[in-house]
């Protein structure tokens, strides 16, 4: 966001960087519908905040009978405990720093099995110790280990911890499946921060700022209201469906809704509706693409020392 006194004061820029050098930064955790891709919630936050500190104003996105699915970051056994005593269940992927060990707890297959997690003995940083005081001694979890196998690189295994205790309804199979979809919610992430330009805010203040992020979401939970229409009256996958295509089509037709009065819009809607669900995205799974930019920066040097410093000394 905008370098100024009271943005730095709010959303101050990491310590690294030399004064007058760099921007405010904002850290945000979002939940999102993995059915429809709409945001359900957001925090904000300084951008050193750890995402369960943040996490901690989102929870109430979730309600009785959700499945959280969370990259190893959100594993957490109190995270999981509550979600647990909210009849929210989770699949989430096992924090590094937490090993186990396929030959104890009750084997259900090759590499699945059930086995207890015991309470940490303090409260972690983050955590209300209200919060703390409510978590179970122990915890009956169930953990799996898969293989993901792509030409060209190194064999990954990454393992999950669940509450799904029941592998006859939730085979390992499904629950990797599953897992794997967690990456649309970095996907959603990138639509709103490069697609609709939100990854550099424009306003002064750190109030401007908030409503400009609220702002985004809307148009982009509208975006995606559009998109789930259109999916269930045509009968097109909503995952098949162009994030960007669809804001082309919204901005391409937004005359037509503007000039109609409220009960000549349908003509217009079906229109709409029936250029989104055409505007399909080809079907490529496991697609790669080498992370590199074609376009080269401008051969300026970096900024080290703040603006009037540098004017001054190309004066003197």
Sequence with gaps: MPDTPV???????PSAQATGCGFPLMAFVGVFCLATGAALDMALGKWFLHDLSLFY?????????DIMLADRGFCSYAEIALMQKRGVDTVI???????????????LGLEDHLVTWSKPGQCSRGLRKKDYRQLPKTLLLREI????????????EITLATTLLDSDLYSAEDL????FQRWDVE????????????????????????????AHLLAYNLIRSVMWEAACTRNVPPQRISFKGTIQHVLSLRDLFVSNSPSGIHSPWRTLLNLVAYQKVPYRPERLEPRVKKRRPKSYPLMTKPRAQLKAAIGG
Aim: no cysteine; hydrophobic share 35%; glycine share 6%.
């Design 93 to 107: 992927r096992l924090h590094q720093r937490r090993k186990t060990d396929f030959r104890r707890g009750r084997i």
């Design 7 to 13: 943005n730095q004061k709010e959303y101050p820029q």
């Design 187 to 214: 996907l959603d992430f990138r639509h709103i921060k490069i697609t609709m330009q939100m990854d550099v805010l424009r306003g002064k203040t750190p109030d401007i700022v908030r409503k400009e992020i609220w």
């Design 145 to 156: 280990r898969y293989r993901v196998s792509v030409k060209g690189f190194r064999t990954q």
């Design 176 to 179: 990797a499946e599953l897992y």
């Design 57 to 65: 104003f989102v929870r109430g996105a979730f309600v009785l009978g």
